[in-house]
């Protein structure tokens, strides 16, 4: 049973936020003012994420999942989790995590034992810089725990945030590192979500000006563009990646929605709105009644940032990232 929206955008990819605890303070994920965490009795239980990506599996077909958060790490029955749904279905889906990385020699085989291929949050190779950023030293380690695991042999890719005046004057050491580490980088545009506008304008950088930058040192060329990634070969050796939101919005070919840690479905990063489901579930399951809500919620997609883009506006408000899943 296909899900589409009203602009016949078909839903194939679920990321499903497991917290929204986090172990560093990025100032880009955190709202200018503090706000209140779930109560834990709120946040869905391991035996329901287990069911719910059953379900989507099942009655779906959708085969691509992502646990991002917060910080997933940090959630209690991660392995539970993974395990549980690997049981249920077994290899016939991609399971990928978002972490930045701190905690991640702790789960490295673990990862690798239940094919879940892991991105890694990394926006500075220099320890001052992922203080200012993230509120916290940590660095050193993040970087021992990526060689700890590429030497196990665990499918890595590293997200970099473009911020001017922090980070665009390491790009191109970044670009040097992921070569040396032997993975793929991808920079990801700063989105004005959670933020105050002014600080957004203030650090915002396009890939456009960060490839002109470039090609005053090194040579680029474009390879094309495949979902929601714009591809470019450095030096003819190395591949980079771009995720363009704001420059090159990819919402005509959006193919995602989001489970919030809480149970409630969100359909655009740019959307407030979000649609509980818990109550489908709790005390007791009431899967068809689940399965018309779900095709009821992903018909209300909204275009998405494309439609501010052609205004020339910003959306006037956002989730919470932590909340909802980086």
């Known amino acids: 049973m296909r899900l589409a929206d009203s602009f016949g955008r078909g839903i194939n990819y679920i990321r499903i936020s497991l917290t929204d605890r986090c172990n560093l303070n990025c100032f880009y994920c955190e709202p200018d003012k503090l706000y209140e965490k779930f109560p834990k009795d709120e946040i869905l239980r391991v035996e329901e994420i287990i069911y719910l990506i059953s379900l989507f599996h099942r009655k779906f077909g959708i085969k691509k999942f992502r646990f991002t958060g917060g910080e997933p790490l940090l959630r209690r029955g991660l392995k539970e989790i993974i395990e549980g749904v690997r049981k249920e279905i077994g290899d016939n889906a991609e399971l990928t995590i978002t972490t930045n990385g701190m905690f991640l020699k702790n789960f490295a085989e673990f990862f690798k034992e239940h094919k879940v291929r892991v991105n890694i949050s990394l926006d500075t190779l220099n320890e001052e810089k992922f203080k200012k950023i993230s509120g916290f030293y940590g660095l050193s380690n993040i970087i021992h725990n990526i060689d700890y695991s590429k030497n196990l042999g665990l499918k890595l890719k590293i997200n970099t945030v473009l911020l001017r005046g922090i980070n665009d004057d390491e790009i191109s050491d970044l670009i040097n590192f992921s070569k040396e580490k032997d993975v793929k980088i991808r920079f ?139």
Not at 233 to 246: A, P, R, Y
């Open 188 to 326: 990801i545009e700063f989105m004005p979500i959670s933020v105050d506008v002014n600080l957004w304008r203030k650090n915002f950088i396009s890939e456009g000006e960060v490839i002109k930058a470039l090609q005053q040192k090194r040579k680029i060329k474009f390879i094309g563009a495949d979902d929601i990634e714009r591809t470019y070969l450095v030096d003819d050796e190395i591949q980079i990646g771009f995720i363009s939101t704001v420059s090159h919005p990819f919402c005509q070919g959006c193919s995602r929605i989001r489970l919030s840690s809480d149970g409630k479905i969100y359909l655009c990063l740019f959307d407030p709105s979000g649609y509980d489901i818990k109550k489908f579930i709790r005390p007791k399951i009431s899967e068809d009644e689940l399965c018309k809500f779900i095709h009821y919620v992903v018909k209300l997609k909204p275009e998405g940032f494309i439609k501010f883009k052609r205004e020339g506006t910003l959306p006037k408000m956002s989730p919470i990232m932590k909340q909802i899943g980086g």
